[in-house]
Nanobody
Framework: QVQLVESGGGSVQAGGSLRLSCAAS????????MGWYRQAPGKERELVAD???????NYAESVKGRFTISRDNAKNTVFLQMNSLKPEDTTVYYC??????????????WGQGTLVTVSS
């Protein structure tokens, strides 16, 4: 069973920085894309950024130039460096990992969520 353990959320003033980490564990054939999503109350979960195993990245327009996603494939860990944080970035952030538990079966798993609070 694959599990994700997130860390790094917290409170910061506007303009500050936080770094989220998400470590994946479990027996898999391969981890594929990993990423971060966020969900504000009453809204749908939205992509913040994701990264393929080859390092190709994708960002939401609202975070481009401020957030950087990276990963350590050897440790099955994905990071989200968040700079120039704004109050509107306040919400719960969720880690997502897509993986194959066999060569032909594709699955995904979510972390428990970590709260980021940005005060003005």
């Amino acid at each position: 069973q694959v599990q994700l353990v997130e860390s790094g959320g917290g409170s910061v003033q506007a303009g500050g920085s936080l770094r989220l980490s998400c470590a994946a564990s479990g027996r898999v054939f391969r981890f594929n894309a990993m990423g971060w999503y966020r969900q504000a109350p009453g809204k749908e979960r939205e992509l913040v950024a994701d990264i393929t195993s080859g390092g190709r990245t994708n960002y939401a327009e609202s975070v481009k130039g401020r957030f950087t996603i990276s990963r350590d494939n050897a440790k099955n860990t994905v990071f989200l460096q968040m700079n120039s944080l704004k109050p509107e970035d306040t919400t719960v952030y969720y880690c997502n990992a897509r993986y194959q538990d066999t060569a032909y079966r594709f699955r995904e798993v979510w972390g428990q969520g970590t709260l980021v609070t940005v005060s003005s």
